[in-house]
């Protein structure tokens, strides 16, 4: 035991630590007064935990009392912010926003459920699908950006590789349609690498050129070719996998197991992502380049290449990602289809600190967000429906605010590297 | 430029004396970057969207085996057809030059917005937010109070200022007080200026009598902008004093950066955060300003979109115009002129695309296109100097900063 008894914290961190208490406490009194006073009498939530097409379809739903469950969850958040308040979670702090999120949501659907039945199972599951092209934005950006490369252009990329995954997957089948979509996303990966690397032209403004460029000419193209010619814009869309045993599990095995060959990429990237930046040497020496290239370039790190590598294969993840947007969802190339999901992308990528795994945690809550609004027109809540849309950027802008703070990107990140 | 007693915060401009054009700008450029590279940037451009209309032609690409000279022929046709009416549609009689003008005004506004932005150091994403914000508060007060034209316009243009400045102040206040980065926060504030928009019009406070869609009440008519060329009784030449204000607008940006202490420090903290601290600024509040400002002329954008425009508010009145301002203000090197120079140009290829895609088959797209491509050459000056064989200066310029700011 040699950890000091007390560590020592700077004013920030205390002060955001005490402003998440607060929270917490806030969000307590809230669930209180709303969810439960509101739900009083309304009777039970049902919540659909299992398809009637799965295996075990006879799971038995989960019935909750909406007003009980709220009481429990404002107890269980006023504990986490008492605690927050006069020790603190230490390490578990994270883990513990987590649970407290969810906690609240859970009380949300509950209220919004009261006296009628609701399928659970199935918003996750839109929920996770909904994630995927955030995701990839995301882990796209945290490729680049963990070698310093901005990248704005995340949003092209996935337009990019939904057209050619239209175009390719019409003519060619779905296989060549995920070559092709992550070729481009290569390409013009490349393109913003050698003018921000070679040229040393300023990131975001290569970013934003080629956004716009991609948008213009996707459209362009769209309207004066695939109009005419719709044949050339029909491609297959690829089914789920059910992985046996495991897609037969009730609930999640739905949820995880029963899912297109994207959101399976999506797991096995961040894992992969995980371990290759902080357990290989091509991480470490792909993180020092984004810290410190000069240090790196000392050591016999080859930067540019390690930057154009990098950026590259960022590139190659997001394109793949817009192919979901044509094989795992809806078969067709629409003008401006990604509608700014790219950006989403990039927000998540902040969110969740340049971490494989904090990026995809952040898309989940923004694909969940995005899946929430077509559930909950069914349920009747009396909330306007555009008030209910703009919750999860509220929240996202609350979290951001008041908890996750100031975040710290690679130290090298947006600068060119000169050598000498 | 203040120096003098000011703390040793630099321009990162070369120390030569002053030329005229430096001195009117307040940017150290010779001729040559200052005027032969957009030109050949422009110029380029345009080859390369001809180059994208010609192999998108695929009747003509068919018969390129079989009848070449035919399909050269039509390829040129398409070509021709287009820059004919992309020139007829932005210069070509007095209605196209009001149509420049009236698709200028916003851009230039918005563009202004971003640049003060850039100059700052903050990379304002929310301009578009700002302008739909700005616009409804323009819009309320222009169907809602009935005062003389002389009071009702101002009154209608300062709220919509008003607007854009609290919308845009909320980023810049999360910013200073908590880091919350305003990439984050701006896109998230236009998704819910977004919503906000479509639950207005659709309330009792908006929505016109008798409608069922999200439409507006029409403003007063004291509320419109008046038409520059009035006095013609031409309803087709619809420009209007916006570009007056828009005008007035980057002289003011350029006075406040360039001629204030206030200026100054925005400059200083977009140059080097930390030196402006440890020289006594208030960093908290030099962002709450800029983004505060920024906002208040995205604001404008929106109000010149209804005020001077549409006249009523539906849910798509700003367009994307938030968006191209992006690409305005790095094309202008978020200089004030630059931005106007940029505002313009983008005006003229936006009212010609319009005219080309009414009287060709060729989309308005095409415009995004060829934008992006001026970006990438006035940007990369390297690309200019290795097809034209010019001088021009050695190195890309940086506009931007990154994340941590």
């Given at each position: 035991m040699t950890a000091p008894a007390t560590v020592v914290r700077s004013p920030a961190e205390i002060r955001r630590a005490r402003r998440l208490g607060i929270t917490y406490i806030v969000l307590a009194a809230f669930v209180l007064w709303v969810f439960g006073m509101g739900s009083l009498g309304e009777g039970s939530a049902t919540f659909k935990l299992v398809r009637p097409t799965d295996r075990f379809k006879d799971f038995p739903d989960l019935v909750l009392p909406a007003a009980g469950i709220?009481?429990?969850?404002?107890?269980?958040l006023a504990a986490f912010g008492g605690i927050q308040l006069t020790r603190g979670f230490k390490k578990l702090s994270n883990v513990v926003l987590a649970v407290?999120?969810?906690?609240?949501?859970?009380?949300?659907l509950a209220?919004?459920?009261?006296?009628?039945?609701?399928s659970l199972v199935g918003m996750l599951d839109e929920s996770v699908k909904r994630s995927v092209p955030i995701a990839m934005g995301a882990l796209a950006g945290v490729m680049c950006e963990r070698v310093a490369v901005i990248n704005i252009a995340i949003e092209g990329m996935l337009l990019g590789g939904a057209f050619v995954a239209a175009i390719v997957g019409s003519q060619f089948g779905s296989?060549?349609?995920?070559?092709g979509a992550t070729m481009v996303g290569v390409v013009l990966a490349w393109v913003l690498a050698v003018l921000a690397v070679r040229y040393r032209v300023d990131q975001i403004i290569v970013g934003v050129v080629i956004n716009v460029f991609v948008l213009g000419l996707t459209s362009f193209i769209s309207q004066r070719i695939l109009n005419q010619n719709p044949h050339l814009n029909n491609a297959t869309l690829l089914r789920p996998i059910k992985i046996p045993l495991l897609g037969d599990i009730p609930f999640f095995g739905q949820i995880l197991f029963q899912q297109n060959i994207f959101v399976f990429a999506m797991f096995i990237l961040v894992a992969v992502m995980t371990y290759s930046l902080f357990h290989t040497k091509w991480g470490l020496r792909s993180r020092a380049v984004g810290e410190h290239p000069k240090a790196a370039d000392t050591l016999g790190v080859n930067v540019y290449r390690y930057r154009y590598l990098n950026v590259m294969m960022g590139g190659a993840?997001?394109?793949f990602g817009g192919a979901f947007y044509i094989q795992g969802s809806v078969g067709r190339f629409d003008e401006n289809m990604t509608a700014g999901k790219g950006f989403v992308g990039l927000a998540a990528m902040i969110f969740g600190r340049w971490h494989p795994v904090g990026a995809m945690a952040a898309a989940l809550v923004f694909g969940f967000a995005d899946s929430i609004q077509g559930k909950l027109a069914i349920l009747k809540v009396p909330i306007p429906s555009e008030f209910l849309l703009m919750a999860p950027y509220l929240a996202t802008i609350i979290?951001?605010?008041?908890?996750?703070?100031?975040?710290?990107p690679p130290a090298a990140d947006g600068q060119p590297y000169v050598k000498e | 430029m203040s120096t003098g007693e000011e703390p040793q915060v630099s321009e990162p401009t070369s120390g030569e004396e002053a030329s005229l054009f430096e001195e009117l700008t307040g940017v150290g450029l010779e001729w040559r970057t200052a005027i032969l590279v957009p030109a050949l940037a422009v110029f380029s451009a345009m080859v390369v969207g001809a180059i994208i209309i010609a192999v998108t032609d695929i009747d003509a690409l068919r018969l390129l085996g079989t009848n070449p000279g035919t399909a050269l022929a039509e390829m040129w046709d398409s070509i021709w057809g287009a820059y004919k009416w992309l020139f007829l549609g932005s210069m070509g009689s007095l209605r196209a030059v009001s149509e420049t003008l009236v698709q200028a005004t916003p851009l230039i506004l918005a563009g202004l917005s971003v640049a003060i932005g850039f100059r700052a150091g903050l990379f304002n994403i929310g301009a578009q937010g700002q302008l739909l914000v700005g616009g409804m508060f323009a819009l309320f007060v222009g169907f809602s109070i009935h005062v003389p034209v002389y009071l009702h316009v101002p009154l209608a243009l300062l709220a919509g200022a008003l607007g854009g400045a609290i919308w845009g102040a909320i980023p810049g206040l999360l910013k200073a007080r908590t880091g919350a980065h305003e990439v984050i926060t701006t896109i998230m504030m236009n998704f819910i200026a977004l919503r906000l928009v479509d639950y207005y019009l659709k309330s009792s406070w908006y929505q016109a009598a008798g409608r069922d869609d999200p439409v507006s009440k029409p403003i007063e008519v004291s509320a419109q902008l008046p038409k520059l060329f009035g006095f013609l009784e031409r309803s087709d030449v619809r420009a209007h004093l916006g570009i007056v204000v828009a005008l007035l607008a980057a002289y003011g940006v350029y006075w406040l950066l360039f001629k204030t202490t206030v200026g100054y420090e925005f400059r200083a903290v977009g140059y080097n955060p930390h030196g402006a601290k440890y020289a006594g600024m208030s960093v908290t509040w030099l962002i709450v300003g800029v983004m505060a400002v920024a906002g208040a002329l995205a604001g404008l954008a929106g109000s010149d979109r209804i005020l001077g425009v549409l006249h009523r508010g539906t849910p798509g009145f700003a367009g994307t115009i938030g968006f191209d301002a992006i690409t305005l203000a790095l094309l202008g090197r978020s200089h004030p002129w630059g931005v106007v120079a940029s505002g313009l140009l983008f005006g003229a290829l936006r009212a010609g695309g319009q005219e080309m895609q009414v009287n060709t088959d060729i989309s308005l797209d095409l415009i995004l296109v060829i934008q992006a491509l001026i970006v990438v050459f006035i940007a990369a000056p390297a690309l200019i100097r290795a097809i034209y064989r010019v001088k021009t200066a050695r190195e890309a310029e940086r506009l931007t900063t990154g994340w941590s700011t």
């Open positions: 709220a009481f429990v969850i404002a107890a269980a407290g999120f969810i906690l609240f949501i859970f009380a949300f209220w919004a459920a009261a006296g009628s039945s609701f296989f060549w349609a995920l070559v993840i997001a394109g979290v951001v605010a008041g908890v996750v703070g100031r975040a710290r | -």
